[in-house]
């Protein structure tokens, strides 16, 4: 395929990077190109399990806290009502809307999936340290108590959810190899902290 070409389908702003990491060669641009999709595609799977097996775990723990404390495990009602919660509750209602827009009962099972993996690792910042922190650090059973640590479990979280953005908008992931090795090994670290069961799961499923 010829460059000009190759650039207008795929975009030459969203190509160039890797042109220049090859010093204008075709050839070596449009080869790592095709092969940053096919390592993107090894991450699919782990990163799936990953996210699934984080937003249920903090809805589980959630739903707990707040049937404990406030005589309902709808924990996104609680969010959009209380004003120190009022950043995640707009984000909430905007998922809310989208259901409702979609013709869809506005409940944790509709919902949970229609909030991004950016909803649930902000619950882990510093501001709710207070008041969310409890609950959610049961999230991750399988860390001994005392290494449990909110600010280490949050740059965790926050380092997997840049790299997968970059997987699914179709950036370029690594240029160097034993990157993705210790991305992949933090997944797979991330999902054992959660559930062993699934941790062994994943190393079933996956193809890296």
């Known amino acids: 395929m010829e460059t000009q070409h190759f650039n207008r389908v795929f975009s030459e702003r969203r190509v160039k990077k890797y042109f220049d990491q090859h010093h204008q060669n075709q050839t070596l641009a449009i080869e790592h190109y095709l092969l940053n999709m096919e390592l993107s595609e090894c991450f699919y799977s782990i990163l799936s399990i990953y996210e699934v097996c984080l937003r249920n775990k903090i809805d589980r723990e959630l739903s707990r806290h707040c049937y404990q404390h406030f005589q309902t495990s709808a924990w996104y009602d609680i969010f ?14 905007k998922a809310m809307r989208v259901l409702r827009e979609e013709g ?3 409940n944790s099972d509709n919902l949970i999936p229609e909030l991004p993996l950016g909803f649930w690792t902000t619950l ?10 409890q609950p959610l650090r049961r999230v991750f059973s399988n860390v001994p108590r005392r290494q449990r640590q909110r600010r ?22 690594s240029w160097h190899s034993n990157v993705l090795e210790t991305y992949h090994r933090q ?9 062993v069961e699934v941790f062994y799961l994943a190393h079933e499923v996956e193809n890296f």
Not at 80 to 93: F, T
Not at 124 to 133: A, G, K, V
């Open 80 to 93: 959009c009502s209380e004003q120190s919660y009022r950043r995640l509750g707009r984000k909430i209602q």
């Open 104 to 106: 869809k009962v506005v």
């Open 124 to 133: 882990f910042n510093d501001n709710y340290e207070r008041t969310l922190w």
């Open 152 to 173: 280490s479990i949050k740059n965790e979280l926050n380092r997997i959810r840049k790299f997968r953005n970059r997987i699914f908008h179709y950036e370029p992931i």
């Open 187 to 195: 997944i797979l670290a991330a999902i054992k902290k959660m559930d």
